[in-house]
Nanobody, 123 residues
Framework: QVQLVESGGGLVQAGGSLRLSCAAS????????MGWYRQAPGKQRELVAA???????NYVDSVKGRFTISRDNAKKTVYLQMNSLKPEDTAVYYC?????????????????WGQGTQVTVSS
């Protein structure tokens, strides 16, 4: 059983900062890419930031220069540092991991999601 558990969301004023964390647990052999997505009311879920196992990163244009994604492979954890937050960053943020897990005699690849954490930025 693999789980992703997020933490760190909350309410913050515009210009403020939050740090999201997502810890993976379970019978994990290796974690490939990890990422953060968000979904605002009435909008589609969008990729905010992603990081490969080697540390390469990419960001949606709207957060470049404000958000930083990082990971701690030993802790199986990915972080999203969000600075200079804007009201339009308000959304439910979801963690995603592409990983390989133990399954009997075989290792299998799977795509997992966290439960989501609410980020609300007031103007």
């Amino acid at each position: 059983q693999v789980q992703l558990v997020e933490s760190g969301g909350g309410l913050v004023q515009a210009g403020g900062s939050l740090r999201l964390s997502c810890a993976a647990s379970g019978s994990i052999f290796s974690i490939n890419a990890m990422g953060w997505y968000r979904q605002a009311p009435g909008k589609q879920r969008e990729l905010v930031a992603a990081i490969t196992s080697g540390g390469s990163t990419n960001y949606v244009d709207s957060v470049k220069g404000r958000f930083t994604i990082s990971r701690d492979n030993a802790k199986k954890t990915v972080y999203l540092q969000m600075n200079s937050l804007k009201p339009e960053d308000t959304a439910v943020y979801y963690c995603n991991a592409d990983l390989t897990y133990y399954s009997g005699s075989y290792n299998r690849q799977g795509d997992y999601w966290g439960q989501g954490t609410q980020v609300t930025v007031s103007s």
